[in-house]
């Protein structure tokens, strides 16, 4: 298996928390703390501490790696969630929402190739 930092669903997911980061600053004042923006910035933040988590148990505790795997997989669909929130309350433009939709869109199916290629490799040890 690749290092992490060779794995691509990290390195992408990695950068597109960085954007939504900067984005949700600047949503409305009292939705930055315990409100919207923070719950995106943790959600998609999530996805990647969980990666890296999860990674540092591939070889001696593949199961746990999937399960860490999972986690990303349904914070991935949560930050979908929060998005939709940010551009139906009129914090989000549409084109920028579009995007970043299609973009974790594209992440949750690395996720999931990633968890179907871990939970295949431990099948095969078994």
């Given at each position: 298996?690749?290092?992490?930092?060779?794995?691509s669903v990290y390195n992408r997911s990695y950068t597109v928390s960085l954007e939504i980061?900067?984005?949700?600053?600047g949503f409305p004042r009292h939705e930055q703390y315990k409100g919207l923006a923070s719950?995106?910035?943790?959600?998609?933040?999530?996805?990647?501490?969980?990666?890296?988590?999860?990674?540092?148990?591939?070889?001696?505790?593949?199961?746990?790696?999937?399960?860490?795997?999972?986690?990303?997989?349904?914070?991935?669909?949560?930050?979908?969630?929060?998005?939709?929130?940010?551009?139906?309350?009129?914090?989000?433009?549409?084109?920028?929402?579009?995007?970043?939709?299609?973009?974790?869109?594209?992440?949750?199916?690395?996720?999931?190739?990633?968890?179907?290629?871990?939970?295949?490799?431990?099948?095969?040890?078994?």
């Amino acid at each position: 298996m690749q290092s992490l930092g060779n794995l691509s669903v990290y390195n992408r997911s990695y950068t597109v928390s960085l954007e939504i980061h900067e984005l949700s600053l600047g949503f409305p004042r009292h939705e930055q703390y315990k409100g919207l923006a923070s719950q995106l910035r943790d959600s998609s933040k999530s996805i990647v501490a969980n990666i890296v988590e999860g990674y540092a148990f591939r070889k001696q505790r593949p199961k746990r790696y999937i399960n860490h795997i999972e986690v990303s997989i349904g914070s991935c669909d949560e930050t979908r969630l929060w998005l939709r929130y940010g551009f139906d309350l009129g914090y989000l433009e549409r084109e920028v929402y579009n995007r970043l939709i299609a973009e974790y869109e594209e992440i949750g199916k690395m996720l999931w190739g990633l968890l179907q290629s871990v939970g295949k490799q431990l099948s095969e040890r078994e």
